[in-house]
């Protein structure tokens, strides 16, 4: 309760996050306006500051009492040397060195137009990304879009190059209008892909005792950020109020990278199709009730093998009067990324080495959803809440966990280019089956995943927004 009220003033205090839509991201991002010009240079920041209200970990205790003869069991030395550190969901990230940090989350430059002397039916999208996240954990600077595309064929226009997938609506949105600061649990651990490659120097790992088979593995590249390099085939149709909208890509599943270091020449297809009854408006803040369904399927290639890897969800979004209501379902199969473990940073010997696990094969599962309302009350200001819930590892009893948020918001809308954002989240990672540790072995991790998994704490974020 005491969490609630706080949360509650402050959204009451402060505004957040950009201004609430729903839109045709094929057309808005894809396309140019009639009349555009052949360049036009535009972008934005977003300077963020977050603060993590969770502790240091302690309680891993020296021993567990076996559930098979009532024994104490010890508990490894190289589990016990985690107590007094911070897991990294308590740690600002990319860098994950500090629980709290003021950082240029985002700072995108971009160009944008119509190629002269094609009647406008060829235009083109160019963003590059500098700020400190995910995109740019290897280089300091990496483009995000490089697209053409062609509108010669009467419903099928083309779109070639790096840019965004047909996914779900957080992942195609542009996050200059993204509606909270940080993305749903759900949307970020499936959507925005994490590559990784087999791990081989584990020198001071141990052989995890879980009950779904897992791959130790390492990061490699930066995160996919719901893009790829590929072709896309789309358009939308208006009846009367109603629009309908489909598109279908074909792509390199290597993420943002040109290249095809990531994945051995495998390829991903991924679908959507969503219809649309619209009140009245048009581009990004326009009044409608959209549904949408979209699927994704591919291979990954990992350790000479390929597997199976397929995201598919379905959702709807309403927004009218300034009310906003909204939800996505989401769920996984194969490769899926499960989470450093230990979670922590690496402190050397005698603890355990934290190492990437990944659940490779298809009968491996994922699930999640969201749901979200806001509603802006006057022209400056809006207030928002959402919640979102991820279970991972659905197939082994031993091994599932589920991460759930709630998020306050509120937005203060300066003028049309500049915003100011304040979230408030409250946390919470469960152990989901406690009662499958039936092992000594597992009763000693179950024991020490459960006290890190606790030591979760809520979040304070601020965001500025300016869009040039």
Known sequence: MKKTLLATAMVAAFGHA???????????????????????????????????????????????????????????????????????????????????????????????????????????????????????????????????????????????????????????????????????????????????????????????????????????????????????????????????????????????????????GNHDVTARVQAAYVFQGAGPKREDITAYAWHQEGKRAYGGTDYNRIREGIGAKYLRHGVRVGGEYIRAKGMIYVAPTPQFNDIGAPAFEPVDYVALDSGNKADGYYLDVGWKFSPQWEVDLRYDELSKMTNSAYDERKASTWTLGGQYFYSPKLRFALNYEIRDIKVVNPGAQITNGQKIQGTAAGIIGGSVGDRLSAQMTWVF
């Open 18 to 264: 950009p201004v609430s839509f729903a839109t045709n991201w094929f057309q808005l991002q894809n396309n140019e306006q009639p009349g555009a010009a052949a360049y036009k240079f535009w972008g934005f920041i977003q300077p963020t500051y977050t603060h993590n209200e969770g502790g240091i970990v302690s309680g891993i205790p020296a021993t567990v009492v076996s559930p098979a003869n009532g024994a104490n069991v010890a508990v490894p030395a190289g589990l016990q040397a985690y107590n007094g550190q911070t897991a990294l969901f308590n740690l600002v990230g990319p860098d994950l060195a500090h629980s709290d940090q003021l950082r240029m989350f985002r700072a995108r430059p971009g160009v944008r137009g119509v190629i002269p002397g094609t009647d406008e039916n060829i235009n083109y999208f160019a963003l590059a990304e500098l700020g400190n996240n995910g995109l740019t954990r290897e280089r300091q600077a990496v483009l995000t879009d490089a697209t053409v595309t062609f509108n010669y064929i009467p419903g099928a226009r083309i779109r070639v190059g790096l840019g965004r997938l047909p996914l779900g609506e957080e992942a195609m949105l542009g996050v200059q209008i993204m509606d909270y600061i940080d993305y749903t649990n759900v949307t970020n651990q499936l959507l925005n892909e994490r590559f990784v490659e087999p791990y081989t120097n584990a020198s001071r790992t141990h052989a995890a005792v879980v009950g779904a088979p897992m791959a130790m593995s390492k990061l490699k590249g930066a995160f996919g950020g719901y893009r790829d390099v590929g072709v896309e085939v789309y358009d939308w149709f208006n009846r009367g109020r109603w629009e309908y909208a489909y598109a279908v890509m074909a792509s390199q599943a290597n993420g943002i990278s040109f290249g095809d270091d990531l994945n051995s």
